[in-house]
């Protein structure tokens, strides 16, 4: 769609539309850049504040993904006020205010307006040096690829609405997408990486191969390798597959190549639409164990699942 309209062209405008990156960045100064994104979703859990909680953080991790500091957000808010109590609306917004805070930024305000079910998110702005920018664009070939969380969070979401997820997967699911990608960053930050993106809608395999586009390599993932959240495999293998992974895999068909044997469950784990997913990090491959030790110091999860490779077209091989 955004080809359709005029590209944006300005000596600031450091990233904008055209790498299809996490956020845009515009320079103001020689020290000083901005860094902008808006996010927002429908509900992923009946809990209201938990809602929350998920959604600002899902929105953060933008910011987070460009190697930025958050510094102030604002509401987006649909909401049923003629259907819903307010007191719900209440505890969405008590949530999102509470991670907002945790990331050390400032929430200012927002806007609302009625809607037929709720919908909530944020618009947040950071602060990064104009020559710290990281990006979705740097990948290296010898690049480790390097995942801060599980997959399966959209298979898990799909398993709560039909009642078919115990309390221990729902809570499991829960911590993960209400923590913030904050540790991961600032260690990516203090190691240096290539690139980086935050595993979201698109899946795992959607927005790796939206970094092979813009850096121009290819990509090969180690299935055995993806850490991935327990009973998802079995709850994608009753059906509880969320609509988005099949669209995801539909896109990337003629963009992917399987090794022979790879079922059809494990590709579609590896396209769930994750909501405040983690890091995919392309890490120059002699700071990989470091990296990957600090993460694991911190509490965060660090797993090496492929390597940037040398590629005329951009794909990317599971195996």
């Not at 910011?63 to 510094?71: D, H, N, R, S, T």
């Not at 509470?98 to 079910?117: Q, R, S, Y």
């Not at 690139?195 to 191969?209: E, I, N």
């Not at 609509?243 to 090794?259: F, V």
Request: proline share 5%.
């Amino acid at each position: 769609m955004l080809r359709q309209l005029d590209p944006v062209v300005d000596p600031d405008l450091i990233i904008g539309s055209s790498t299809s990156d996490d956020a845009a960045v515009y320079r103001l100064t020689d020290d000083t850049a901005i860094v902008q994104t808006v996010d927002y979703v429908t509900p992923v859990v009946d809990d209201p504040y938990t809602f929350g909680l998920i959604t600002a953080a899902n929105a953060l991790s933008d910011i987070y993904a460009m190697g930025a500091k958050p510094l102030i957000a604002l509401n987006i808010i649909g909401f049923p006020a003629k259907v819903l109590p307010m007191e719900i609306l209440v505890e969405i917004l008590k949530g999102g205010a509470c991670k907002v805070k945790e990331a050390g930024a400032l929430l200012v305000g927002g806007h609302t307006i009625e809607d037929n079910e709720p919908k909530y998110g944020l618009a947040v702005t950071g602060l990064v040096h104009p020559g710290c920018v990281v990006t979705n664009a740097g990948a290296q070939p010898g690049d480790a690829l390097i995942l801060t969380k599980p997959l399966g969070i959209g298979i898990i979401t799909t398993a709560i609405k039909g009642d078919m997820a115990d309390d221990s997967v729902y809570h499991e699911a829960v911590e993960l997408m209400s923590t913030l990608n904050g540790q991961a960053a600032r260690i990516m930050i203090e190691s240096g990486v290539d690139a980086c993106t935050d595993v979201t809608g698109f899946g795992l395999l959607g927005h790796l191969y939206e970094m092979v586009v813009a850096s121009g390599v290819g990509a090969s993932l180690w299935l055995r390798n993806i850490p991935v959240l327990k009973q998802a495999r079995t709850l994608a293998s009753l059906g509880m597959v969320p609509a988005g992974a099949y669209r995801n895999l539909q896109y990337l068909n003629e963009k992917l190549k399987w090794e022979d044997g790879i079922e059809d469950v494990d590709k579609l784990i590896l396209a769930d639409p994750q909501t405040s997913g983690g890091l995919l990090m392309a890490v120059p491959g002699d700071k990989a164990e470091g990296v990957i030790n600090l993460l694991l110091a911190a509490g965060v999860t660090g797993a090496k699942i492929g390597e940037i490779v040398q590629s005329a077209t951009p794909f990317i091989f599971v195996r």
